[in-house]
């Protein structure tokens, strides 16, 4: 079964840096877009951005620009997302997603979400 | 950006009850959107993508329509497992925005 399994849950004080990942598992990773998915408590999905680990090809939402890094690995088959100075209001739910080859670009296989709690 | 608003944020239904969520979408998206459904404490699931084409597995009971700006989700005949929240997405531009979210309750 195709599957995207994330990193543990994370708690972190404000400040600290972050890296959390997703390994693909049968299927190779490198030949799919994977997107980073957040949902922050009690709100909505938002699409942070996505890459293509075969070539590093990034795309990044405006809003996540320049707050938080995508970067993969193909010769592990993982992508990560992190961040070089956590803030209380990066505390969410994080998922990666695969970009579908078929489906018009959907995501349809996803991880089973990352918990990062960031309090002082 | 591509907004997506959705309505309603909240529905109330009960179990037989045939539901339909609106996505509509800021500018012209062609046919390119996609549902999901997401239960608390689980990864998201996809039900369907160019507008109206149901994800291998996807009961036959959840439907999409819809293209350019307005787009609508339908359940014909709600099951139990069908309370969750829904959302949109589009898949035309960059960013790949999602809509807010519709929560269907249980009446």
């Known amino acids: 079964e195709v599957q995207l399994v994330q990193s543990g849950a994370e708690v972190k004080k404000p400040g600290e840096s972050l890296k959390i990942s997703c390994k693909g598992s049968?299927?190779?990773?490198?030949?799919?877009?994977i997107g980073w998915v957040r949902q922050m408590p009690g709100k909505g999905l938002e699409w942070m951005g996505m890459i293509h680990p075969a070539d590093s090809d990034t795309n990044y939402s405006p809003t996540f620009q320049g707050q938080v890094t995508i970067s993969a690995d193909k010769s592990i088959t993982t992508a990560y997302l992190q961040w070089s100075s956590l803030k209380a209001s990066d505390t969410a739910i994080y998922y990666c997603?695969?970009?579908?080859?078929?489906?018009?670009?959907?995501?349809?296989?996803w991880g089973q979400g990352t918990m990062v709690t960031v309090f002082s | 950006d591509i907004q997506l608003t959705q309505s309603p944020s909240f529905l109330s239904a009960s179990v037989g009850d045939r539901v339909t969520i609106t996505c509509r979408a800021s500018?012209?998206?062609?046919?390119?959107l996609a549902w999901y459904q997401h239960k608390p404490g689980k990864a998201p699931k996809f039900l369907i993508y160019a507008a109206s084409t149901l994800h291998t597995g996807v009961p036959s009971r959840f439907s999409g329509t819809g293209s350019g700006t307005e787009f609508t989700l339908t359940i014909s005949s709600l099951q139990p497992e069908d309370f969750a929240t829904y959302y949109c997405q589009q898949l035309n531009s960059y960013p790949y925005t999602f809509g807010q979210g519709t929560k269907l309750e249980i009446k």
């Open positions: 997603a695969r970009r579908s080859a078929l489906s018009e670009g959907a995501f349809d296989v």
């Open positions: 500018q012209g998206i062609s046919s390119y």
């Open positions: 049968e299927y190779n990773l490198a030949t799919y877009y």
